[in-house]
């Protein structure tokens, strides 16, 4: 099976995505009140039929659809009929069409979205105090867009939102356009890079886009020339006194998505209320060092630019999503507890957002490496040694039940803490045994194979022995060290020094 043909279905979510429909590029085009919290949208799904298929199923949460329409090839393919089944929205052809044939749905739809409930929580569209926040992990995406709902379906993202005047509504990768309606404003987002649904989100409040500018010390720098040049496109689109913004056209980033300088670094950016916005530059000041900092270590920054939301709401925990992560006002006290989440949810942009889990099962190369990542910030920021916060979390593990195995740890648990810091203790196991700079070497060359891409455990555990034989160790050297980590349940002793 290729690495790129999704793997459906997954049996943790297996009501959710397609065998038979995979999605290149979505348009959406989103009314949004926030008073009624009610939603008008029109999404237009470009894809590809992976199998000869007459019915196609999208996953659609409890919203009404009014309208379907489909082509192919240029040409109008009738639909037959269409029906709405738990969280599901079946779509019948009048005729089939073959495997490998191009596939256009246009879906008009409204409604008021509702959270989904699951093993994992209220996911999905959640109305804050004053704005709206999207949690798609792991299939929330579908509460306000129809979709193929499974991380192995990634696409790219044009976002047409319009909302009440002085609220900003924001979305994945960069803002493209703005414009005032009467009451109403309009926003245009768009991701070039490809994202699973899940990994998309909105965010509305009363926010204002932010530059985060580069903070002074630390070995790592970040380009300052490519943050001018966001940063002037962001002032060009905010709605000013007299502002008006014809033609304007979409940022184009510098070559080499500005890999020549900060070792591969991006602008930062927040969205955060005027009544937060110094607390948040006081608390998220440090990510354009973070981001330098895990661009040398990773490689490149794998988007074009990095979004911080704040909301004023408080969250129980952080979110992140293509390009983007969300946290709560209670996040910004700039303890070691709350910058270690902001580590966390910025490692995700390289593990979990440009590489992303074939399948859920997987979910320790997302959770794994950004809780390490969590360690290598913490001892890069004077938080410990990589060693000392390593330890700290093995004996954390040493007090917990030892029934959960890392690389299939069940839909129940596929989020438990356990997956996390034993992911991470097996990074750090794999860097012992092989040394920092075949480590390094490692990752690096595993984010730039895979970069936008979909990865699991295996295609990891051949990587890693492939770079540790090319480095003079036994051959299956690397799996041997990881496997009791990932595939048993028991706890290995501590990793000793090389």
């Not at 630019?305 to 293509?322: F, H, M, S």
């Not at 910004?332 to 490692?347: D, F, I, K, N, Q």
């Not at 160790?473 to 349940?489: F, N, T």
């Amino acid at each position: 099976m290729s690495q790129e043909t999704p793997v459906l279905p997954d049996p943790y979510l297996p009501g959710s995505g397609t065998p038979d429909f995979t999605v290149g590029h979505y348009e959406l085009q989103l009314e949004v009140k926030l008073a009624a919290n009610r939603i008008a949208g029109k999404a237009r799904l470009e894809g590809t039929l992976l199998r000869p298929a007459k019915r196609i199923e999208l996953d659609l949460h409890e919203l009404s659809v009014s309208k379907v329409t489909a082509a192919s090839q240029g040409r109008t393919v009738k639909v037959a009929k269409t029906a709405s089944r738990k969280s599901r929205l079946v779509i019948d052809l009048a005729a089939p069409l073959e495997a490998g044939a191009p596939l256009t749905l246009e879906v008009t739809y409204a409604g008021v979205p509702t959270l989904r409930h699951g093993p994992w929580g209220e996911i999905g569209w959640e109305e804050l105090t004053d704005g709206v926040l999207v949690a798609g992990q792991p299939n929330g995406a579908a509460t306000w867009f129809p979709c193929v709902d499974h991380p192995s379906v990634k696409s790219t993202y044009h976002f047409t939102v319009a909302t009440d005047a002085g609220y900003l509504p924001v979305c994945n990768g960069l803002p493209t356009g703005h414009r005032r309606r009467s009451s109403r404003e309009e926003w245009t987002w768009e991701l070039r890079d490809p994202a699973p649904s899940y990994l998309v989100t909105l965010q509305v409040g009363r926010y204002q886009l932010v530059a985060v500018p580069e903070h002074p010390t630390g070995r790592h720098h970040a380009p300052g020339s490519v943050r001018q040049r966001v940063q002037d496109l962001v002032q060009d689109l905010l709605p000013g006194p007299g502002a008006e913004h014809p033609g304007q056209g979409p940022w184009q980033p510098p070559e080499n998505g500005g890999a020549a300088a900060g070792h591969g670094s991006a602008p930062v950016f927040l969205a955060v209320s005027p009544a937060l916005q110094v607390r948040a530059l006081e608390a998220l000041g440090r990510q354009t060092e973070m981001m330098a900092c895990f661009s040398w270590h990773f490689g490149p920054y794998p988007f074009d630019r990095y979004t911080a939301v704040v909301t004023d709401d408080e969250l129980e925990i952080p979110l992140e999503a293509a390009s983007l992560s969300i946290f709560g006002a209670n996040h910004l006290t700039g303890s070691w507890a709350a910058e270690r989440l902001v580590a966390h949810e910025l490692a995700h942009q390289w593990f979990g957002n440009a590489l992303t889990l074939r399948r859920w099962q997987d979910i320790w190369l997302h959770e794994g490496f950004a809780c390490y990542s969590e360690w290598l910030w913490g001892s890069e920021s004077g938080h410990g040694t990589l060693a000392s916060l390593a330890r700290s979390a093995w004996r954390g593990l040493v007090l917990k039940a030892k029934d959960l195995v890392v690389a299939d740890p069940g839909p129940e648990l596929m989020f438990d803490d356990r997956v996390y810091k034993r992911g991470a203790l097996t990074l750090f196991a794999l860097n012992r045994a092989l040394g920092d700079e075949v480590f390094t070497g490692l990752i690096r060359s595993w984010v730039a194979e895979h970069r936008h891409a979909s990865v699991d455990t295996e295609m990891f555990l051949d990587h890693a022995d492939r770079q540790a034989e090319a480095a003079g160790h036994p051959a299956g050297h690397a799996r041997a060290v990881m496997r009791p980590w990932l595939c048993e349940p028991g706890l290995p002793a501590f990793p000793a020094s090389r």
